[in-house]
């Protein structure tokens, strides 16, 4: 069964303490897999997409990587603005739309 | 340019009653999605649209619900006889043709007393 699995539920950090989030996943042939932003009250923000392993993405403080089983959120130097629930999604090759969704991550970062 | 806009922002109804949430999508994006999203939980996926017609309705999760998009861009999501555990986020989202990112709009907050 495909299955995405986002670790830890919760992150507490202090602002420029860096550190990573878990994208696991489980899935008969990917597609591609999505990371998004959601702050309370909206909806999902598009960050980045990733397609084959090894492939890494970067915008601002974030860069996401991939491997064929997982894939990191990696946050440097995060702000209090980078808080939110970062969200993973995966997109399998025998699907043209679905999305498998994983719980999120909570991040909050202290000032 | 407008991102995916939906309204009401917020809809709190009685058990029993008809609710019509409605979804604009992103200028010239053909697919368009509806998700519900309960705390703490991804978006769970209810519809599909690729133009006017519903290309996958296998997560809608009963016949109360329904969404329609007659002219191939505004889609109204319509839910009959709400039920308490119909309170969710509803969230829509669209997508350019042969695109695979998903612009999501804001969503609508439902609350059924």
């Known amino acids: 069964e495909d299955q995405v699995t986002q670790s830890p539920e919760a992150l507490r950090l202090q602002e420029g303490e860096s550190s990573s989030l878990n994208c696991s996943y489980t899935?008969?042939?990917?597609?591609?897999l999505f990371w998004y932003r959601q702050d309370p009250g909206k909806g999902p923000e598009f960050l980045f997409t990733?397609?084959?392993?090894?492939e890494e993405k970067e915008k601002e403080r974030l860069k996401a990587t991939l491997t064929k089983k997982e894939s990191f959120l990696h946050i440097t130097a995060p702000k209090p603005e980078d808080s939110a629930t970062y969200l993973c999604?995966?997109?399998?090759?025998?699907?043209?739309?679905?999305?498998?969704w994983g719980a999120g991550t909570k991040l909050i970062i202290k000032p | 340019g407008a991102g995916v806009s939906q309204t009401p922002s917020n809809k709190v109804t009685e058990k029993g009653k008809y609710v019509e949430l409605r979804c604009d999508p992103i200028?010239?994006?053909?697919?368009l999605y509806w998700y519900r999203q309960s705390l703490g939980q991804g978006p769970e996926f209810l519809i599909y649209?690729?133009?006017?017609?519903?290309?996958?309705d296998s997560g809608l999760p009963n016949d109360r619900f329904f969404a329609v998009r007659p002219e191939g861009s505004v889609s109204t999501l319509k839910i009959q006889r709400t039920e308490r555990g119909d309170s969710a986020v509803y969230l829509c989202?669209?997508?350019?043709?042969?695109?695979?990112?998903?612009?999501f709009g804001p969503g609508t907050r439902l609350t059924v007393l």
């Open positions: 989202a669209s997508s350019r043709e042969g695109g695979n990112e998903q612009f």
């Open positions: 200028s010239g994006h053909t697919a």
């Open positions: 649209f690729q133009g006017t017609g519903a290309a996958d």
């Open positions: 899935v008969s042939g990917l597609r591609g």
């Open positions: 990733l397609y084959s392993a090894g």
């Open positions: 999604a995966v997109q399998a090759v025998d699907s043209n739309y679905q999305l498998i």
